[in-house]
C-alpha cells in the first residue's frame, strides 16, 4: 500500500509536506485531545457543518481525505477513523441503523416519511445538506409538499428544527 504524500499549505503559511492521514490524526489532536472529547462537542453543535467549516479552515482536506479512505464516509467517520482510529460507518450504514431503531414511529405519517426522505438524503449526499431548510425544496421531499408543508407536519419550525436535530443524534449514535 503506497502512502499518499500530500505538499500542504496550512494557515499560517508554511508549506508542510507529509502523509495526509498524519497530517489531519496531528490537526485533529490539536484541537480534540481525545474521541470522547470530540463526540461532545460534536453532538452539542446546533449545525455540524460548524465544525467541519471550523477544520477545513485549518487545514483539514476532507475531499482529499475521501479519496484516501472512502467516498461514503461523512466528516464524523472520517475524523474518527483518521484521528482516534474508529471504525468508520457509511452514510447508508449510519441511516440504515436509525431506521432499524424505528425512533420516528413517535411522529405523524407526513413527518415519518420527511425523516425516511431526509435518511436517504442523508445517506446519499451527507449531513450537511439536510442541515438546511433549503433541502425540503430538493427531490425526494419536494415531492412530499411544500417547505411550509413539511414543517407543518411536525407543527412549528422549532419542533421541526428539533426533530433534524434528533435525527442527527440518531445517526451519530456510537456502538449502533
Not at 474518527?80 to 432499524?100: G, I, M, Q
Request: glycine fraction near 6%; aromatic fraction near 10%.
Amino acid at each position: 500500500m503506497s502512502m499518499n504524500v500530500y505538499s500542504i499549505s496550512v494557515p499560517d503559511g508554511k508549506i508542510i509536506t507529509e502523509d495526509l492521514k498524519d497530517y489531519t490524526r496531528k490537526s485533529i489532536s490539536s484541537h480534540y485531545k481525545s474521541l470522547e472529547e470530540f463526540l461532545s462537542i460534536w453532538n452539542e453543535a446546533d449545525q455540524k457543518k460548524v465544525i467541519v467549516e471550523e477544520l477545513e479552515s485549518e487545514g483539514i482536506f476532507f475531499d482529499a481525505l475521501k479519496e484516501e479512505v472512502g467516498k461514503e464516509f461523512d466528516p464524523f467517520d472520517l475524523i474518527c477513523h483518521v484521528a482516534f482510529d474508529a471504525k468508520p460507518l457509511t452514510r447508508k450504514e449510519r441511516a440504515e441503523n436509525v431506521k432499524k431503531r424505528n425512533y420516528f414511529t413517535k411522529y405523524g405519517g407526513k413527518a415519518q416519511a420527511v425523516i425516511q426522505s431526509l435518511l436517504d438524503k442523508y445517506a446519499d449526499d451527507g449531513l450537511v445538506t439536510i442541515e438546511s431548510t433549503e433541502v425540503l425544496k430538493l427531490d425526494p421531499l419536494n415531492k412530499l409538499g411544500t417547505p411550509i408543508e413539511l414543517i407543518k407536519a411536525f407543527g412549528t419550525k422549532q419542533q421541526y428544527l428539533e426533530a433534524l436535530k434528533e435525527l442527527e443524534s440518531e445517526l451519530y449514535k456510537t456502538g449502533a
